[in-house]
């Protein structure tokens, strides 16, 4: 009866441990990239890529202030924070693509990289074909985390754009 006893005892013992609550999930190694494409007219061109450590990548193509690449460090509380809105908003279950059926439009595409696996949702036409306003908020955020307007636009507007 004690070895009964004893195997109870290991039963309850394991089933409260698996009950306990499980530690936070890690992100593991993250890697979040925005990227604007040119248009017809004068849509600043550049990608930024931020990762896990705070490190910050900017590539400037056209209508830009910044030509070329430069870096940049942000705290790593920031890339946390951009992190938990990518998983706010649903991110890596969101569509792959909204297309507007018309051309000469900047595209915006978002990727996540963390994990091992890799998610990239592209924005032609915004909100208008579907794109969920959220994802609008998260392009917004990733260029206000990566401080890129220092890099992008010169006296509060894009480069080469008429004066309004």
């Known amino acids: 009866m004690t070895i009964?006893?004893?195997?109870?005892?290991?039963?309850?013992?394991?089933v409260l441990a698996s009950c306990a609550s499980a530690p936070s999930p890690q992100h593991g190694p993250a890697q979040i990239t925005l990227q604007r494409t040119a248009c017809f007219g004068f849509?600043?061109?550049y990608t930024v890529t931020i990762d896990e450590a705070g490190e910050v990548r900017y590539e400037g193509r056209r209508f830009v202030s910044a030509v070329g690449v430069r870096d940049a460090v942000i705290p790593r509380e920031d890339?946390?924070?951009l992190l938990a809105?990518?998983?706010e908003i649903g991110f890596e279950r969101l569509r792959d693509e909204s297309r507007a059926q018309i051309t000469d439009l900047p595209s915006t595409i978002v990727t996540l990289t963390r994990n091992g696996r890799t998610k990239r949702v592209v924005d032609y036409g915004g909100t208008s074909v579907g794109m969920p306003e959220s994802v609008r908020g998260l392009q917004a955020e990733i260029d206000r985390v990566a401080g890129t307007a220092r890099w992008v636009l010169r006296d509060g507007h894009p480069v080469g754009a008429?004066?309004?």
């Open 85 to 87: 809105r990518f998983d």
């Open 43 to 45: 849509c600043p061109d």
């Open 4 to 14: 009964m006893r004893a195997l109870g005892a290991l039963f309850a013992a394991i």
């Open 162 to 164: 008429p004066a309004p």
């Open 79 to 81: 890339v946390q924070r």
